[in-house]
């Protein structure tokens, strides 16, 4: 049975999962930190920060389920992406560090937590606008000479690539102000609720920019999203998503809270699907596929077993916090 099965693809979907499920939890995570600076020392940012508290360390599970992934069932895209994005990978980690550091000692330290506020905020807009330009600089392309990167220093830092930093920050943001929306009251939801429209409005413009530039970044984004029959499928895509963003505006302005951040992780959904279109069966875009990449079946059959115990769990666990955890909040905690 395991033996038709393609374990390669298996895996592929596998990380794929763990990146999308990191961006949706640690994304309304990490939009809380940029949203921080809008929002009024004292209870205001406490109630934000309690709304995260129980769930936030948890949600970067998935990141080291999607590094480690990669590594482990494709060491050689492993090989080639590492050193052409070690710069802003680096700096993600750095922010999320600076990020992580700071959502405990704002607590303990009260005295200096102007200051730690600020890591809080800058922490968060760092690792997200690094996500963004990595993610940026991957789909316009890495050169790749037989099994290694052959590209300078800098070749991840392009107008493109920030373009996509810039609106992953502002998609996150959107997250976390829905986020606020559905956790939190009064004048905190309010603004929360301000924040959304226009978050969603930068959000979707980012969206129709990135879609509008990436099927010329490659030859093959253009054939998968416009040769026919598959443009049939391709075309629902942006379709789905701008009826994603009118029901947005319609519960938005309908005063609903859990529907506006259930359309958002929608978005992201369609965003991701969007991004699956154009780049696979490569995992290094026009120059490596999942096939040539892969380990060998053994390694990847031996990672599958422990996988199929550990993501259940994993997951399990996750539903079950957030559970626990699914009220409204204010500055003194759930209630």
Known sequence: MIASIDLTVVWAFVIAFAVFAYVVMDGFDLGIGILFPTLRPGPERDTAMN????????????????????FAAFPLAY????????????????????????????????????????????????????????LGALLQGIRVEGRAYAGGWWDWLTPFSVMVGIGLVCAYALLGATWLVMRSEGALRDKARRLSFWLAGATLAAIAAVSAATPFLEGKYWERWFAMPGVLLTAQVPLLV?????????????????????????????SFAGLG???????????????????????????????????????????????????????????
């Open 79 to 134: 090989a080639v992406i590492l050193p052409a994005l070690y710069a802003p990978i680096v700096a993600m980690l750095l922010g999320l560090v600076f990020r992580g550091v700071a959502f405990e000692f704002r607590w303990r330290d009260p005295r200096h937590r102007a200051l730690w506020d600020v890591a809080f905020a800058g922490g968060s807009v760092v690792a997200a606008l690094a996500q963004g330009i990595a």
């Open 51 to 70: 709304s995260v508290a129980p769930v936030w360390d948890g949600n970067e599970t998935w990141l080291v389920l999607g590094g480690g992934g990669l």
């Open 277 to 335: 279109i154009s780049i696979f069966p490569d995992v290094v875009p026009g120059r490596i596929t999942i096939w040539q990449a892969a380990a060998p079946p053994a390694s990847q059959i031996f990672m599958l077993v422990g996988a199929s115990v550990l993501i259940p769990v994993i997951l399990l666990y996750t539903a079950y916090s957030y559970w626990v955890f699914r009220g409204k909040v204010d500055a003194a905690g759930y209630h």
């Open 242 to 270: 701008a009826v994603a963003a009118w029901a947005f505006y319609r519960q938005l302005r309908g005063g609903a809270d859990r529907a506006p951040f259930l359309i958002a992780l929608g978005l992201f959904l369609l």
